[in-house]
């Protein structure tokens, strides 16, 4: 096996680079809470990423449930994807949690939010499968602030459904503000506690990373999250 690339040079390598690409993110994130960038990754680690996604017996990915370890619940309800958390064990995953690294940086530097670290997952969507419209964070109740989508199907196409679709924040009316098609390397970013927000019935399978920056709020000497 390859040994881990290091992250710092990963991030160097993949950008956002410590320029200015991370001002119309940070601006957006600002004046509108969301923003859908095409393709924000070079497409030789998108490609690094979905065959490690490919390369995961689906035995080892778990039914998604709401909440993490202990408040893990199954509400098949609500979603009925499936999910693998990953870590930086594999390269292609070490280099966009590089990439992660140096947004979480940039937006600490420009927007002041705090970001403590990213967490995230692949997540399959099978034919027939959907997450109705929640939002990933309360105000106050968990520590996710910026969500992140990353989409990895191949040659995705209008018939093939499992749409984002983010609604205005609570009270602000019911039209959706986007639909964001799963299309290969296009991203979402927007706030976890502002955007309620679901994914249409899936029609082929559907691949993607989903992630948290989240804030730390622990206190004293109780580091949270114990990972
Ligand atoms: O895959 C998507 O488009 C969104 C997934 C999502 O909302 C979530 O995992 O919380
Ligand atoms: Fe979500």
Known sequence: MNPPPSTAAEA??????????????????????????????????????????????????????????????????????????????????????GWAETLRLGLNRRLFLGLFDYECHYAYYDRGTYYKKHLDAFKGGTNRVVSTVLYLTPNWQPQDGGELVIYPPEGSGEEPLVRVAPRFGQMAIFLSEEFPHEVLTVHRPRYSVTGWFRVNNSLGENIDPAR
Do not use: C, M
């Open 12 to 97: 160097r390598e993949f950008g956002p680079g410590g320029g200015d690409s991370l001002d119309p993110i940070a601006a957006a994130l600002r004046e509108h809470g969301y923003i859908v960038l095409p393709s924000p990754l070079p497409p030789a680690l998108l490609g690094a990423l979905l065959r490690h996604f490919k390369s995961i017996d689906r035995e080892r990915f778990r039914r998604a449930g709401i909440g993490r370890d202990e408040d893990h619940q199954l509400n098949r309800f609500v979603r009925t994807d499936e999910i693998f958390w990953l870590d930086k064990s594999n390269p292609a995953v070490s280099a966009y949690l």
